[in-house]
Structures are given as C-alpha cells and as structure tokens.
C-alpha cells in the first residue's frame, strides 16, 4: 500500500512538472508575442511619423546644383555613403554661313556627353572637386574671312572622377550630324549630335530625333540652310535663334550673309545635379 501511495506521488509530482513546463513554454510565448506587437506597434509610430513629415514637408531629399562655369568642391556629408549624379559637359556653338551656295550652311553645335542620374559610391567627409565646363562661344561672319565659321566646342565638366565631354561646335559642309561627345566612363551617355531640324519635312527628322535629342530635350528647329543644336538638360538652340541656350545644349547654326549678319549663340554651359 505505501508502494503505491508513493508511486502515486510520484506520478503526480511528474505531471504537475510537466503542466508547469508547458506553462513556462506558454508563457514564454505570450512574451514573444507580447514584445513582437510592441515592436510593430513602434514601427507603425516611426512609419506613421515619416509619413507625417513627408505630407508636412519636413522630410526633403538633398539637391545641390553647379550650373555655372568654374571650379568648385564637395564635401561629403557625415553617413552618406552613394549619391545620384547628373552631369553634362558644356554645349558646342552653331556655325556661320556667310555665303548662299546650296552647299553651304550653319550647322548647329551637338549637345555635352552625359550622365543620367546614376548612382554613385562617396566616402564620408571626403571633400571632391568639381569643374562645371562652359559652352561654346557664339560666332560671327566678322570672325573669318571663309564661306562659313566653324562654331566653338563646350568644355568638359567632370566630378568624382568621371568627365563629361563638350560637345562639338558646329560645321559649314558636310553631314549637318557632327561626331558625338563622349565622356570617360561606361556611366556616360553621348551627346546629342546638331540637328536638322525637329520637323516632319527634314530629310533628317528621324534621326534627329534619335541623335539629336535627350530624355530631357528635343533638338532645335531648322532656318533655311541653318540647323539647330543638339538637347541637353533642355532643348537643344534653334536655328538662328536668340533665346538663352539649356544647359549641355548646343546653339543653333546661323545665316551670317551681308544682308542678314547673324551670329550664332554660345552653347549652354554645362551643368553638375548631386542628390542624396
């Protein structure tokens, strides 16, 4: 009799250990659980509160622009790590023609080779050097003696060890679609080449559209023998025009004869667009 008061005890000691091990396991998971709904509930707070400071404005994401020629420097802000570049070097000038022979004209000048909003690695607190290229001088009939005056090609603008070419200035025979600017990374795009003319009549329209132009612009409009620039950050300059050019953009050619004497603009100057 005592053997089984004893082995009853027992049994009942092991099963009143193993209800107090299943309640720890319980337990132990009604505290997971608890601290997992903590854990969401201050993440929908955080998310809530982000979303708050976006509608208010609070929240912006960093834009710094060098749109004028020269040299400048970066600093790298303490915890970024990549940026996202855009870049174009600077725009060639259209030429001047200054006689009427069907085989003369003003070409414009070809856009700056670019970069098109690619991400880029930095290091914290390093400072970068920063070289913004100007666009091609505007030319006149005064200055030369020949049948047409050659437009002038954009400086270079160059950042975190990438370059951006000008682009070309304009020609007075030939092929109005002068050589592309290239720059010195894989990162850089072409620049858009001077254009016949964005127009359905031109003979050249559907390459303008191809070469002429960028995601941000189209190319110029023709004159009579005179062509338009190649697009930049913005469109490209129309034939004898006399509107600012957009940066990267290339300047219209222009009809520099006696009786008219135009000359053509400078190219835009190029542009650096840093976001972070």
Same mark, same amino acid.
């Given at each position: 009799?005592?053997?089984?008061?004893?082995?009853?005890?027992?049994?009942?000691?092991?099963?009143?250990?193993?209800?107090?091990?299943?309640?720890?396991?319980?337990?132990?998971?009604?505290?997971?659980?608890?601290?997992?709904?903590?854990?969401?509930?201050?993440?929908?707070?955080?998310?809530?509160?982000?979303?708050?400071?976006?509608?208010?404005?609070?929240?912006?994401?960093?834009?710094?622009?060098?749109?004028?020629?020269?040299?400048?420097?970066?600093?790298?802000?303490?915890?970024?790590?990549?940026?996202?570049? @855009?870049? &174009? +070097?600077?725009? *060639?000038?259209?030429?001047? !023609?200054?006689?009427?022979?069907? /085989?003369? $004209? #003003?070409? %414009? =000048?070809?856009?700056?080779?670019?970069?098109?909003?690619?991400?880029?690695?930095?290091?914290?607190?390093?400072?970068?050097?920063?070289?913004?290229?100007?666009?091609?001088?505007?030319?006149?009939?005064?200055?030369?003696?020949?049948?047409?005056?050659?437009?002038?090609?954009?400086?270079?603008?160059?950042?975190?060890?990438?370059?951006?070419?000008?682009?070309?200035?304009?020609?007075?025979?030939?092929?109005?679609?002068?050589?592309?600017?290239?720059?010195?990374?894989?990162?850089?795009?072409?620049?858009?080449?001077?254009?016949?003319?964005?127009?359905?009549?031109?003979?050249?329209?559907?390459?303008?559209?191809?070469?002429?132009? @960028?995601? &941000? +612009?189209?190319? *110029?409009?023709?004159?009579? !023998?005179?062509?338009?620039?190649? /697009?930049? $950050? #913005?469109? %490209? =300059?129309?034939?004898?025009?006399?509107?600012?050019?957009?940066?990267?953009?290339?300047?219209?050619?222009?009809?520099?004869?006696?009786?008219?004497?135009?000359?053509?603009?400078?190219?835009?100057?190029?542009?650096?667009?840093?976001?972070?």
């Amino acid at each position: 009799m005592n053997v089984l008061k004893v082995a009853t005890k027992t049994l009942q000691l092991a099963i009143q250990t193993a209800i107090d091990g299943v309640r720890g396991v319980v337990d132990g998971i009604k505290t997971t659980t608890d601290s997992t709904k903590t854990g969401v509930d201050n993440l929908n707070t955080k998310q809530d509160s982000l979303l708050l400071k976006i509608q208010n404005g609070a929240l912006k994401q960093n834009v710094e622009v060098f749109d004028k020629p020269g040299t400048y420097t970066w600093k790298c802000p303490d915890g970024v790590t990549a940026v996202v570049l @855009t870049m &174009f +070097g600077g725009g *060639g000038s259209g030429a001047v !023609r200054t006689v009427t022979e069907y /085989a003369i $004209f #003003g070409g %414009g =000048g070809g856009g700056g080779a670019y970069v098109d909003k690619k991400p880029i690695k930095v290091i914290p607190g390093t400072t970068y050097s920063l070289i913004v290229g100007a666009g091609g001088a505007g030319v006149s009939s005064s200055d030369g003696n020949g049948s047409y005056i050659y437009g002038r090609t954009g400086g270079a603008t160059s950042a975190f060890g990438i370059t951006c070419n000008g682009g070309g200035g304009g020609s007075g025979t030939g092929n109005p679609f002068i050589t592309r600017a290239r720059g010195n990374s894989p990162l850089c795009n072409k620049g858009a080449s001077s254009s016949a003319g964005f127009s359905v009549s031109s003979e050249f329209a559907a390459t303008d559209v191809i070469l002429a132009g @960028t995601r &941000f +612009g189209l190319p *110029g409009t023709v004159g009579d !023998r005179e062509y338009g620039g190649g /697009a930049g $950050f #913005g469109d %490209g =300059g129309d034939a004898n025009g006399s509107t600012p050019i957009a940066n990267g953009a290339g300047s219209g050619g222009a009809n520099g004869i006696p009786s008219v004497n135009r000359a053509s603009l400078k190219g835009g100057d190029g542009i650096i667009i840093i976001e972070y």
